[in-house]
């Protein structure tokens, strides 16, 4: 981390970014080497689920459009490591009170000064409960959230935020944490330009950035152009003549564009390919291990799944029902590994063997008993159908949701079926308006390395990720203790004591880690996956 002035707790903070091994992999141009500079990379995605707003993106399709439009104080290497950005400096004695100086003579790409106000001002909108942004809860730590984050409130800005001149700007946490500036490149702590609160819906079709990339087109659910931003004046400089992402309604359309040169860059191979995508592709091709998972979530809400103890005898039982890698095998031709917790293995702090973790181990003949356990408090009626919801433009949901849904059948004895939605877009509609008849499938993609990424913005009281409105104050007030803690491996520990808590909820259940699995075109070099499965897109050259 490279931060001048560097005080204890942002040291300690860098000690979190650790360098993250086996995730990514590259062409056999390196990154950053020759190329064609004036080429448009093409890429795959999905349809964004809202308006290109930093505090209201919490997807991959929205979040790879963003990541590249807007830059915030510090970003992410390859391996995880946060760079300065904007960031002169981010100081602080006692890990709750923050100075931070961003550099000066930063603009947006309309050309308005990036300043102190923009950062205040962004993370305050975002935090009002007025605005309804799905990633409000990234602001709980700071002070006065509470108010303004109330459903009547009034209130629409935060106590703990004072801007001090046009390049510096003061934070006050309600506690101390000392990994609060590791969490910082996020979408959600993006700057805004002052005309983004004139008419917020507006400025998310054409949203004006201050990343490498600026939007030139959105024609929805057909595609995402990028052009290269020329004020940009930071570390991830496009080495490219711009991007365009392509949304597609099936990754198996998106592998054929591939291999036929009509598309550049898939991050997702498709399960029907998995077995002879590197024999295809050769050297343009990369399976490694990243910062993400795959879970299905039981909404809390549902009738035979409230937070009780019934509710917590059924989801032990399907999660014990579930023979994880035989899915592995069969789906994925072995390119995962079996889930041991709520979190991914390439994180600082990551423990395989946390007490409460063998419900996650397939066990048919305890699936069983577990259920009956549930039917002597409340009986499942017969006919009564439990339902997965997946989305059919991601690679696998269809036939790892399947292979779920007959697994169910055979070892709890219930009807279970399959919920196929369209799009991503249109299935996260439901889930965050909690209007889901049936169970989905989830994941996480990391916003930055850390254990609390997993568990925080997914499982925490209110938290805009939440999809199953699940609440326990035990497991708040653990996470609460682990922000505070001023030691890195303290505050791991206290994490993963956490996931003991979710073991016995399962407000979702893990099924396995993620690896990165795609591959690249002949017209491009330069390819390279992050930390977090997602291509370093502004490195990549046309050959």
């Known amino acids: 981390m490279r931060y001048s002035h560097a005080s204890k707790a942002v040291v300690l903070s860098a000690a979190l970014a650790l360098t993250l091994s086996a995730c990514g992999g590259g062409s056999t141009d390196s990154a950053g080497g020759e190329g064609d500079g004036s080429y448009v990379v093409t890429a795959n995605t999905t349809e964004p689920q809202n308006g290109l707003l930093p505090a209201n993106t919490n997807e991959v399709g929205g979040g790879r459009v963003m990541d590249l439009l807007f830059t915030g104080l510090v970003s992410y290497d390859a391996k995880g490591k946060p760079v300065n950005e904007l960031a002169e400096s981010i100081e602080t004695k006692d890990s709750q009170n923050y100075t931070i100086k961003i550099k000066s003579g930063q603009t947006f790409s309309d050309g308005s000064p990036v300043t102190a106000a923009s950062f205040v001002d962004a993370w305050n909108f975002g935090a009002a409960a007025k605005n309804a942004q799905l990633n409000s809860y990234f602001f709980e730590s700071i002070e006065g959230y509470d108010k303004v984050s109330a459903e009547k409130s009034k209130e629409d800005k935060m106590s ?26 996020y979408t959600a702590f993006m700057p805004l330009p002052e005309a983004a609160f004139k008419d917020p819906k507006a400025f998310g079709e054409k949203p004006v950035g201050n990343g490498p990339y600026k939007l030139s087109e959105w024609n929805h659910d057909v595609n995402l152009k990028m052009d290269v931003n020329e004020n940009y004046d930071g570390p991830r400089k496009a080495a490219n003549g711009g991007i365009d992402f392509k949304v597609y309604q099936s990754t198996d359309s998106a592998y054929q564009d591939l291999v036929s040169g009509n598309l550049d860059v898939l991050d997702q191979i498709p399960p029907s390919q998995l077995a002879s995508y590197q024999s295809d592709l050769g050297d343009r091709s990369v399976n490694s291990p990243y910062a ?7 909404p809390g809400y549902l009738d035979h799944f409230k937070q ?29 590994a079996i889930a041991k917790d709520f979190t991914a293995p390439v994180l600082e702090g990551y423990d395989d063997k946390l007490p409460g973790s063998e419900v996650l181990t397939f066990d048919d003949a305890e699936a069983k008993k577990l259920w009956a356990e549930a039917d002597k408090i409340n009986k499942w009626d017969a006919d009564k159908e439990f339902s997965v919801g997946y989305n059919v433009d991601g690679a696998g949901n269809k036939e790892f949701v399947e292979a779920i849904v007959n697994q169910l059948k055979n070892n709890l004895g219930i009807k279970a079926t399959a919920q196929s939605f369209a799009s991503f877009k249109e299935m996260r509609e439901k889930v965050t308006a909690y209007t ?64 003991e808590i979710l073991f016995k909820d399962l407000p979702a259940i893990p099924l396995w880690y993620q690896a990165v699995q795609g591959g690249w075109s002949e017209n491009v070099a330069n390819v390279e996956f992050g930390w977090n499965g997602v291509p370093m897109y502004n490195e990549i050259t046309g050959k």
């Open 292 to 298: 993400g998972n795959a879970t299905i979530t039981i």
């Open 308 to 336: 009780d103890e019934e509710g917590n005898l059924r989801r032990a039982a399907i999660s014990r029902a579930i023979d994880r890698q035989l899915i592995i095998d069969k789906v994925y031709q072995g390119g995962k």
């Open 436 to 499: 889901m008849t049936g169970s989905f499938r989830t994941g996480w993609q990391a916003d930055y390395p850390s254990l609390y990424n997993f568990l925080g913005p997914l499982f925490g009281t209110g938290a805009g990720s939440n999809d199953g409105k699940y609440s326990s104050k035990e497991f708040d007030e653990s996470l609460a203790k682990g922000l505070a803690a001023t030691d890195p491996a303290e505050g791991a520990k206290i994490f993963n004591e956490s996931q």
């Open 160 to 185: 703990g935020l004072k801007v001090v001149d046009d390049t510096t700007f003061t934070v006050k946490l309600s506690q101390p944490e000392s990994d609060f500036p590791l969490r910082l490149g």
